[in-house]
């Protein structure tokens, strides 16, 4: 059994996980706050994030309507 020497980086994310669901933003679904909580500590830069990629499997969730930018 392995005893971690610290507890820094259990204490680092829970502090990311406050900072993801604040008190404004109480009502997140699990499945939304895990994802958010994914997205935070995989330390992947935005730069690197193909937004379109993301934009497609976000509008094939459900049906929306998207509307152009003005």
Known sequence: MVIPMSTKICEKDFSKQNLIKSHLRTSLKLETLDALMHIS??????ENINWNAVMLVWRNMKDRIIHPLL
Do not use: F, I, R, S
């Open 41 to 46: 500590c995989a330390n992947n830069p935005v």
